[in-house]
C-alpha cells in the first residue's frame, strides 16, 4: 500500500507540478479531518508520515489517571492498567501515544478524509496554473482557439483557457476553431472557480514582444525599441534606436530581404508597420515618423510638446495619410501635437517668413520655436 501511495504522489507531482510536500501535508490533514468525524474531536490528535517510505502513524496523546473510573474523557485520558499494555514505563501524569487504526474510521469519515485530500489537489492545481500564467502576464504566448463564447472567443494556453473580448479584438480578424494564435497576456486574476486570464490582439505590447521575439538584437539589447503607436489591424509605427553604432537599428528589424517583419506581419495578418529611427532631436524624429512623407522642415517645441511640419505640396496627402492615420500616429509615437502644412498654405500664413528658415535648414536643425513665430 505504501508503495503504491509513494507512486501515486510521484504521478501527482510530474503530472500536477505539486510538491509532495504539499500532498504529504493533505494527508496528514485528512486523517485528521477523519479523526474528528470518528472520535468528534481531535484536538490532540497527531500524524506522522515517513516522508522517504510514506509509512504513517496516527495517534493520539493521553493522559494517563490512576483507575478507570478516572477517565472523565476517553479522548483525552487512559486508565493506568490500560497504559500499562501499551508501554510499560508508563506512569501516572505522563502524556502517553496511543496509535489510531484508520482501518476503524466509517465510511462518512474515510468519505470525508477523501474529500479534503481532493479538495487540496484542486486548490494546489489552480494555484500552480496561476503563478504559471501570472508570470506570463503583459508577455505573447501562443493559443488554440476553441470556441466563439457570443462575440467573445475562447482561447486554450495548454493548462487554462484564456478569453479575448470583442474589445480586444481586431476588427475583420476571424478565427477557425483549433487555429492557432499568438495573444498578449493582458491579466491573470485569480478566482475561486480558477485562473481568469484575459488577452489581447490589439495590444500595442504585442507588437512590441512579436519583434523582441523575432529580432535577435533587440533580445539581446543592442537594438532598443523606445516608442511604438499601433491602430490594431491598419498600421503600427515603432521607434527604434541602435546601442552599436555599427548596427542598423531599422536594417536589424526588417531582416534580409524582409523576412523578419514580415514574419511578424504575417503574424498580424496584413498590418502594415513603419520602422523609423529614434532621434533625440525632436525635429528629426518627428521627420521620421511621418515617413514615407519627405518634409521640408519642422519647428518643435520640447516645453509645449508641438511641432508645426512643414511639406512639399504634393506630399500633404502622404504626410497626413488615410483619414489622418500617418499624422496621428506619427504624433503618437514622438508625443508631440504636430501641425501639418503645406510649402503653399505655409507661405499664406499671417507672420510667415518664408525665406527665413527653408535655405537654412539641414537634418540636424533645432531652432528655437519662439524665434521662428517672431
Known sequence: MNKELKEALDILEKEKEISKETLFEAIENSLITACKQHFGKA?????????????FLCYAEKEVVPMLEDVEDDCLQIAFEDAKQLSKRACVGDIIRVEIKSKEFGRIATQNAKNVILQKIREEERSVVYNQYFEKEKDVVTG?????????????????????????????????????????????????????ILVSRTHPELVKRLFESEVTEIKDGTVEIKSIAREAGSR??????????NVDAVGACVGMNGSRVNAIVDELRGEKIDIVNWDENPGNLIQNALSPAKIVAVFADPDEKTAKVVVPDYQLSLAIGKEGQNARLAARLTGYKIDIKSETQAKDAPGFRYEDYIDEYDEEYEEDYEEYNE
Open 43 to 55: 484536538d490532540n490528535v497527531k500524524v506522522e508520515i515517513d516522508r522517504d517510505t510514506c509509512d
Open 144 to 196: 488554440v482557439v476553441q470556441r466563439y463564447l457570443g462575440r467573445n472567443i475562447s482561447i486554450n494556453l495548454g493548462k487554462a483557457d484564456a478569453i479575448l473580448n470583442e474589445t480586444e479584438q481586431v476588427k475583420g480578424e476571424v478565427f477557425k476553431p483549433t487555429e492557432r494564435i499568438k495573444v498578449y497576456i493582458l491579466e491573470v486574476k485569480n478566482t475561486p472557480k480558477g485562473p481568469r
Open 236 to 245: 503600427t509605427k515603432i521607434a527604434v534606436w541602435s546601442t552599436n553604432p
